[in-house]
């Protein structure tokens, strides 16, 4: 997100639902049969979202004045990390698309996992914790200042309990009934919902520019 921005980072999510669709054919999670109408649009489905992901890389197209932009201090930090995203925009993409893939591929391991454990809340409980225990190792590596690990009574503290109980404990479980009664590709088929709700919500909170062809 210090490459480019919050909307453009939940747009590549769009083709999350592609990435997962292949993945699981390659897995034999899913299979297509064009005599099926719900066979035929999965295959339609998923060649329109990475069509889209495609025309929200490279397409900017004019601004969306809509929502108000000009709330000071947000709007000076938003133009300053468009620029720095502006001169590091091919990096940005390339490890956001990464992150697709590597998400793409955890909701494949998840359906696999799931048909030999079938235990969504113990199996939710065992990622949360091997999750906490590479994410302190990686910091310990990445990081030399100490002064990252405190929390206080403020936003961060707010956004951390936040991603961990929602975005991670609810949303795993949640995730894992979904994929162990519908399959990997239904469970990501909302993915690209979440570029919607970014999109309206970084133009509020975050200033950020939103144009034509994102």
């Given at each position: 997100?210090?490459?480019?921005?919050?909307?453009?980072?939940?747009?590549?999510?769009n083709?999350?639902?592609?990435?997962?669709?292949?993945?699981?054919?390659?897995?034999?999670?899913?299979?297509?049969?064009i005599?099926?109408?719900?066979?035929?649009?999965?295959?339609?489905?998923?060649?329109?979202?990475?069509?889209?992901?495609m025309?929200m890389?490279?397409?900017?197209?004019?601004?969306?004045?809509f929502?108000?932009s000009?709330?000071?201090?947000?709007s000076?930090?938003n133009n300053?990390?468009?620029?720095?995203?502006?001169?590091?925009?091919?990096?940005?993409?390339?490890?956001?698309?990464?992150?697709?893939?590597?998400?793409?591929?955890?909701f494949?391991?998840?359906?696999?996992?799931?048909k030999?454990?079938?235990?969504?809340?113990?199996?939710?409980?065992?990622?949360c914790?091997?999750?906490?225990?590479?994410?302190?190792?990686?910091?310990?590596?990445?990081?030399?200042?100490?002064?990252?690990?405190?929390?206080?009574?403020?936003?961060?503290?707010?956004?951390?309990?936040y991603?961990g109980?929602?975005?991670?404990?609810?949303a795993?479980?949640?995730?894992?009934?979904?994929?162990?009664?519908r399959?990997?590709?239904?469970?990501?088929?909302f993915?690209?919902?979440?570029?919607?709700?970014?999109?309206?919500?970084?133009?509020?909170?975050?200033?950020?520019?939103?144009?034509?062809?994102?």
């Amino acid at each position: 997100m210090k490459y480019t921005t919050a909307t453009f980072a939940s747009a590549t999510l769009n083709t999350i639902p592609a990435i997962t669709f292949i993945l699981a054919l390659v897995f034999r999670l899913e299979s297509v049969n064009i005599k099926k109408v719900h066979s035929v649009a999965k295959v339609i489905g998923t060649l329109i979202t990475f069509l889209g992901a495609m025309v929200m890389t490279f397409y900017k197209g004019h601004v969306l004045a809509f929502v108000s932009s000009h709330h000071g201090y947000l709007s000076n930090n938003n133009n300053n990390n468009h620029g720095e995203g502006e001169q590091h925009w091919v990096i940005g993409t390339v490890l956001l698309f990464a992150s697709c893939i590597a998400w793409a591929a955890f909701f494949i391991l998840q359906a696999l996992t799931l048909k030999e454990y079938p235990a969504e809340l113990s199996l939710t409980a065992l990622m949360c914790l091997m999750g906490s225990v590479e994410g302190a190792i990686a910091t310990l590596v990445m990081e030399n200042n100490m002064s990252v690990w405190k929390i206080g009574f403020d936003s961060g503290l707010l956004s951390v309990a936040y991603s961990g109980v929602v975005c991670s404990g609810i949303a795993y479980y949640v995730q894992g009934v979904v994929s162990r009664e519908r399959g990997p590709f239904f469970v990501s088929a909302f993915s690209p919902l979440c570029m919607i709700f970014t999109a309206f919500l970084g133009s509020i909170f975050l200033a950020e520019t939103l144009h034509l062809g994102r």
